[in-house]
């Protein structure tokens, strides 16, 4: 079983910084992708940011150039750094990871609980 712990969620005022870090633990064999999506009141959920296992990242068009995603292979964890936040950002933030448990088994797609994120003055 995988498990995907998120962190580092909190208020912040416009303008300000805040990094998530999401760990994953259990029985991994091998990473293939993990994310950050985001999902506002009445909104849909959205991908904020992906890196792939060779280091390849994507981004939303309205975090690009204020977001930064990175991980640690070692630690098995991902960061998303938040510089120049908005009100617009508020959201709970999900950590997504698509993650093979064995050698033998199919890659899933696993979940973090959430962590709110909210941007106000």
């Known amino acids: 079983q995988v498990q995907l712990v998120e962190s580092g969620g909190g208020l912040v005022q416009p303008g300000g910084s805040l990094r998530l870090s999401c760990a994953a633990s259990g029985s991994i064999f091998s990473i293939y992708f993990m994310g950050w999506y985001r999902q506002a009141p009445g909104k849909q959920r959205e991908l904020v940011a992906g890196?792939?296992?060779?280091?390849?990242?994507n981004y939303a068009d309205s975090v690009k150039g204020r977001f930064t995603i990175s991980r640690d292979n070692a630690k098995n964890t991902v960061y998303l750094q938040m510089n120049s936040l908005k009100p617009e950002d508020t959201a709970v933030y999900y950590c997504?990871?698509?993650?093979?448990?064995?050698?033998?088994?199919?890659?899933?797609?696993?979940w973090g609980q959430g962590t709110q994120v909210t941007v106000s003055s």
């Open positions: 890196i792939t296992s060779g280091g390849s990242t």
């Open positions: 997504n990871g698509i993650i093979r448990g064995g050698r033998s088994e199919s890659p899933l797609q696993y």
